[in-house]
């Protein structure tokens, strides 16, 4: 089973660039779906980016579209996620996760995610 393990997080300025890493350990990582998702206290956790196992497909929240990019790099077993022109409602723990499902908008529900990191805190501020 893959566990992913995030890190990266930090604090960071308005208006700035952050990456986070996710290295994924255990079995066949090239198999899964990658999804990076977000939580902020007393809300639920919501879609941030996913990504193809082969890479090909990317898809986004419509509030990081053009400021966030998903990759990976499935020799290394490692997905990333580029933050730019961060904004303080960015501020949040990140989770990356693993899932068998390959379509959109089904990859965008947390609930179909098999394993999960322990998550990782960024914060922006103002």
């Known amino acids: 089973q893959v566990q992913p393990v995030e890190s990266g997080g930090g604090l960071v300025q308005a208006g700035g660039s952050h990456r986070l890493s996710c290295a994924a350990s255990?079995?066949?990582?090239?198999?899964?779906?990658m999804g990076w998702f977000r939580q902020t206290p007393g809300k639920e956790r919501e879609f941030v980016a996913a990504i193809s196992w082969s890479g090909t497909s990317t898809y986004y929240e419509d509030s990081v579209k053009g400021r966030f990019t998903i990759s990976r790099d499935n020799a290394g077993n490692t997905v990333y996620l580029q933050m730019n022109s961060l904004k303080p409602e960015d501020t949040a723990v990140y989770y990356c996760?693993?899932?068998?499902?390959?379509?959109?908008?089904?990859?965008?529900?947390?609930?179909?995610?098999?394993?999960w990191g322990q998550g990782t805190q960024v914060t922006v501020s103002s």
């Open positions: 996760a693993a899932t068998r499902v390959v379509m959109a908008p089904v990859l965008f529900n947390p609930n179909k995610y098999d394993c």
């Open positions: 255990g079995c066949t990582f090239n198999y899964y779906t």
